[in-house]
């Protein structure tokens, strides 16, 4: 996701809850996750190497948009990121996939 898209950030360091907001949904393609769309609000509970209770993310797979739930990475050494729905399926791919720039889909 760019930050220059976001009109608001917020972090409440007591419960570890951070939101993001931009004007507009984006949907970005990346070569090994495919699409994913990052509504205009994104809220989650940040701890060590995770994102939960994550809202206003979505993966497409198989032509379905696929609301994400979490975000975690290995620890210590960060090889894998593992992508988690509210339903508990979860797939994991290299860290590295995400390393070159998405391209925004319009």
């Avoid at 996750?33 to 509970?45: G, K, N, Q, R, V």
Wanted: aromatic fraction near 12%; charge should be neutral; proline fraction near 5%.
């Amino acid at each position: 996701m760019h930050l220059s898209n976001l009109v608001e950030v917020g972090f409440n360091r007591n419960t570890r809850f951070i939101w993001l907001k931009q004007h507009k949904t984006f949907k970005y393609w990346f070569k090994v996750l495919e699409a994913s769309s990052y509504d205009p609000e994104i809220t989650a509970f940040i701890e060590d190497h995770r994102m939960r209770k994550l809202t206003g993310v979505k993966s497409k797979e198989m032509m379905i948009w696929i609301t994400l739930s979490d975000i975690s990475e290995d620890n210590p050494n960060p090889t894998k990121i593992t992508f988690t729905t509210p339903m508990g399926l979860s797939k994991s791919f290299p860290v590295t996939a995400f390393e070159e720039e998405a391209e925004e889909i319009k």
